[in-house]
């Protein structure tokens, strides 16, 4: 079984700050990890994923995401938040070896993020 | 990009009735599409697959007499909520892969549809 951990809720940035949105996963296999994000009332946009290669992935609208096995985790991060990025970010996992036909994504719960101008 | 379209955005309608979604690929082909539930605060749910030209696959728990899914061409999925009740009350999100992205597991969301079952 897989499963996403993201253990705050709510994230609060003042505009011009790094920001950082936790995430932790588990699978039994490999990771594919992703990060979402949802505007109010929106459906989900991909952000950027992990599949093998360079622990740090760079995605949209500046953000980038460390991966960490030995801590089983996949923060995402931004260098300098802007009041646009206030929305809920999703991370999302699938196991790299769930077997052909099986594309499932497991989300996490989502956090919310603010940056407070 | 890759974009699809979900409709009604939003939806109000009587205990009882029945209500279909419509989730439309717009600029490719999706033979598979998801379908989502999300409560407030809450995750997204997958609550079944999608299948162009076969029967949807069902999560566990899921009542397939309930959210009956039609895929009937490479461009469409619909979710009918039938006999819907105020427990079915959500915001239901589709999603689909571009062709030959499966593996890629980048998913496209529509913008989701809110029910509300009075």
């Known amino acids: 079984a897989q499963s996403v951990a993201q253990p705050e809720d709510q994230v609060n940035v003042a505009e011009g700050n790094p920001l950082t949105v936790k995430c932790t996963y588990s699978v039994s296999g490999n990771p594919y990890l992703f990060w979402y994000v949802q505007y109010p009332n929106r459906g989900l946009q991909f952000l950027l994923k992990?599949?093998?290669?360079?622990?740090l992935v760079k995605g949209s609208y500046g953000f980038e995401a460390e991966f960490n096995k030995s801590q089983t985790s996949f923060h995402l991060k931004k260098p300098s938040a802007l009041v646009s990025d206030s929305a809920l970010y999703f991370c999302a996992v699938r196991d790299l070896y769930s077997g052909a036909g099986s594309y499932q994504l497991t989300f996490g719960k989502g956090t919310k993020l603010s940056v407070i101008p | 990009g890759a974009v699809v379209s979900q409709h009604p955005s939003r939806v109000i309608c009587k205990s009882g009735t029945s209500v279909k979604i419509e989730c439309r690929s717009l600029?490719?082909?999706?033979?598979?599409m998801f379908w989502y539930r999300q409560f407030p605060k809450q995750s997204l749910m997958l609550m079944a697959t999608?299948?162009?030209?076969?029967?949807?696959?069902?999560e566990q728990g899921v009542e397939k007499d309930k959210f009956l899914i039609n895929h009937a061409s490479l461009t469409l999925s619909t979710l009918t909520v039938t006999s819907a009740h105020p427990e079915d009350s959500s915001f239901y999100i589709c999603?689909?892969?571009?062709?030959?992205?499966?593996?890629?597991?980048?998913?496209?969301f529509g913008a989701g549809t809110r029910l509300s079952v009075l």
């Open positions: 992990y599949i093998t290669g360079d622990n």
């Open positions: 999603s689909a892969f571009l062709p030959g992205q499966l593996f890629q597991n980048i998913q496209y």
């Open positions: 600029d490719f082909q999706a033979t598979t």
């Open positions: 999608s299948n162009e030209g076969s029967k949807a696959t069902y």
